[in-house]
């Protein structure tokens, strides 16, 4: 075999393997990206079981503290900017969403405690259980994306995935967080 041959198929088997980096690559941003807009999911699931609960409960406090509107009235608004915002794509229109829902039913449960046969009620009892476990499982939604996010940004930002972002059409994210003063759960006691 001559010389000239040797080196030709050498010069295939690199471009070959650069092809297939490349294609590597480009997959593990992309998969990277989507699993990033998936765990986004997940946060939207859990913000519209949380907005779903807000009625159920809005009705049971009516019931009894009727006079209170003011209150009901802002946990109605919180719910429809929350629902406004689980159908967009602005990670800190979400938080903020999530954090105006959080002082509405803070100040819903501080008007609940001053009705002892309400907090008795079996179906505000169901629906206090029912938001304990979607604020569990939107805490696990949110450290999910966190954790996609970090992963998306770190291939984004390293050698040598950071040239085929661009290829990719893919880019680094925000990271959900908390809005200031926001960083705790609501105090929900009955």
Same mark, same amino acid.
């Given at each position: 075999?001559?010389?000239?041959?040797?080196?030709?198929?050498?010069?295939?088997?690199?471009?070959?393997?650069?092809?297939?980096?490349?294609?590597?690559?480009?997959?593990?941003?992309?998969?990277?990206?989507?699993?990033?807009?998936?765990?986004?999911?997940?946060?939207?699931? &859990?913000?519209?079981?949380?907005?779903? %609960?807000?009625?159920?409960?809005?009705?049971?406090?009516?019931?009894?503290?009727?006079?209170?509107?003011?209150?009901?009235?802002?946990?109605?608004?919180?719910?429809?900017?929350? &629902?406004?915002?689980?159908?967009?794509?602005?990670?800190?229109?979400?938080?903020?969403?999530?954090?105006?829902?959080?002082?509405?039913?803070?100040? %819903?449960?501080?008007?609940?405690?001053?009705?002892? &046969?309400? &907090?008795?009620?079996?179906?505000?009892?169901?629906?206090?259980?029912?938001?304990?476990?979607?604020?569990?499982?939107?805490?696990?939604?949110?450290?999910?994306?966190?954790?996609?996010?970090?992963?998306?940004?770190?291939?984004?930002?390293?050698?040598?995935?950071?040239?085929?972002?661009?290829?990719?059409?893919?880019?680094?994210?925000?990271?959900?967080?908390?809005?200031?003063?926001?960083?705790?759960?609501?105090?929900?006691?009955?």
């Amino acid at each position: 075999m001559s010389t000239a041959a040797i080196i030709g198929i050498v010069v295939v088997v690199i471009i070959i393997l650069l092809v297939l980096f490349g294609i590597s690559g480009f997959n593990k941003l992309r998969k990277a990206d989507i699993a990033a807009e998936e765990a986004m999911g997940g946060i939207d699931v &859990q913000l519209t079981r949380r907005a779903d %609960l807000i009625p159920n409960l809005v009705n049971t406090v009516k019931g009894y503290a009727a006079h209170e509107s003011g209150v009901l009235e802002a946990v109605t608004a919180a719910r429809a900017n929350m &629902q406004q915002a689980a159908q967009g794509s602005d990670v800190s229109a979400k938080a903020a969403a999530e954090a105006q829902m959080s002082g509405a039913l803070g100040r %819903l449960f501080a008007v609940a405690e001053n009705y002892p &046969q309400l &907090q008795a009620a079996p179906n505000f009892m169901a629906l206090q259980t029912e938001l304990a476990g979607t604020e569990n499982k939107l805490s696990f939604a949110r450290q999910y994306y966190n954790d996609a996010v970090s992963r998306l940004n770190q291939a984004v930002k390293t050698l040598p995935w950071m040239f085929f972002a661009p290829m990719a059409g893919v880019k680094s994210r925000e990271f959900y967080q908390a809005p200031a003063g926001q960083t705790e759960a609501p105090n929900v006691q009955f």
